[in-house]
């Protein structure tokens, strides 16, 4: 372990007792070493949960029973679970310990020889190459300036669906499959609301949207078309498209970015108001001073996408058989992921780290030095 590391006041909120070493301060480099060292080329990553301040729950990510609600959280629940982020995500959770978001909240960490842990991000940024790989590094660079792990895998798992939105910038891949959701019947009736009608006008919407937090509903839901997700098959949900994901245990793979436009005021979780429906935009994506300009978003509004009619046909993905990958495997060529604004064909990249163990979250934690979860060392 290096001689020298600094310690941030900060705790993941999740694992209190271990120490986080500030990445910043050049040590990075030899930390990375005896991480590597460590455990013959494996980074242990730790498992991030989140929770959205407008959902519940389902439940299905095995945590303990008490764990799904910490005391911490103001009532939100743990319906999330981040593997591989490298950013920040947005929540609107505040820690009643410390009446800020939770410290780099999703953002994934490494546990060190030593029991403390570090920002994957940052011992990415003291050797890329030796963490992602040649191919992968080249392709993030280009992709983002700086290198960073490109993709994320997460699982959310909702009690009833998540409210209708959109992300300006970020395209999701779903796999809804049967390990993740046990004794859901194949004829079930747990259904994605995406995009629009086709005979839904721009001024049906742009009144839909003045209806925001003006009345009991505004009905976007009305709007839209409701699909039944076929268990253990992919769906590709593009940026731009209205959605509102069904209430089963998805796993998703998205590009590096956490950013989305709520348009739905109410749902069995509670209400919405306007301006929380624009808090997770980026600047870059939807300025601060269109935030509920309605008009504006109408405007910038893709009816072209939301109203395809070949829109499921275009982005169900049917799973591919174990039977297919005998012999030479399968053609590459029809693997799609989610890269910026387009989809992009790339290469699939060996993950050089497995996580460890997932933590138990007490329901009591006044303070964090409290200890509140079990890691593996």
Not at 164 to 175: A, C, F, P, R
Not at 302 to 316: I, L, R, T
Not at 349 to 366: G, N
Request: some cysteine.
């Amino acid at each position: 372990m290096a001689s020298a590391t600094s310690i941030l006041p900060e705790k993941l909120h999740e694992y209190p007792q271990q120490d986080v070493i500030d990445g910043s301060t050049g040590s990075s480099a030899s930390i990375l070493d005896d991480c590597l060292n460590q455990n013959d080329g494996v980074l242990q990553l730790m498992h991030r949960y989140a929770g959205r301040t407008f959902c519940s729950p389902g439940k299905r990510l095995r945590l303990d029973e008490e764990s799904y609600h910490p005391d911490y959280m103001g009532g939100t629940g743990l319906d999330e679970i981040w593997m591989g982020c490298t950013v920040p995500i947005v929540t609107g959770v505040i820690d009643t310990r410390t009446g800020k978001a939770p410290y780099r909240e999703g953002e994934s960490h490494v546990l060190t020889p030593g029991g403390q842990v570090i920002s994957l991000q940052d011992l990415i940024l003291a050797n890329p190459e030796s963490v992602m790989g040649e191919k992968t590094t080249a392709f993030s660079k280009a992709l983002y300036g700086d290198p960073t792990w490109p993709i994320v895998s997460k699982k959310f798992d909702n009690l009833n669906p998540i409210p209708h939105h959109l992300h300006w910038s970020k395209w999701e891949v779903y796999d809804i499959n049967s390990f993740d959701n046990p004794g859901v019947c194949p004829s079930h009736y747990h259904t994605t609301a995406m995009g629009l009608y086709p005979f839904v006008s721009k001024d049906d919407f742009l009144a839909c949207m003045k209806r925001f937090g003006q009345g009991e509903y505004n009905g976007v839901r009305h709007l839209s078309p409701h699909v039944m997700m076929q268990l253990d098959n992919g769906f590709v949900m593009p940026n731009g498209v209205l959605h509102s994901p069904t209430d089963l245990c998805t796993h998703e793979v998205h590009v590096t970015m956490d950013e989305h436009f709520l348009a739905e005021d109410l749902t069995l979780d509670g209400q919405i108001g306007a301006a929380d429906a624009f808090y997770a935009c980026r600047e870059e994506d939807y300025p601060k001073d269109k935030h509920e300009n309605w008009e504006y978003l109408v405007e910038k509004f893709d009816f072209e996408a939301n109203q395809d009619p070949n829109f499921v046909q275009k982005n169900s993905r049917p799973a591919i058989t174990a039977e297919e990958f005998a012999g030479d495997g399968v053609d590459a060529s029809g693997l799609y992921t989610v890269i910026s604004s387009v989809i992009k064909r790339y290469p699939f990249f060996a993950s050089p780290w497995h996580l460890v163990p997932r933590p138990t979250l007490a329901r009591s934690a006044p303070h964090f030095s409290t200890p509140m979860a079990e890691v593996a060392g």
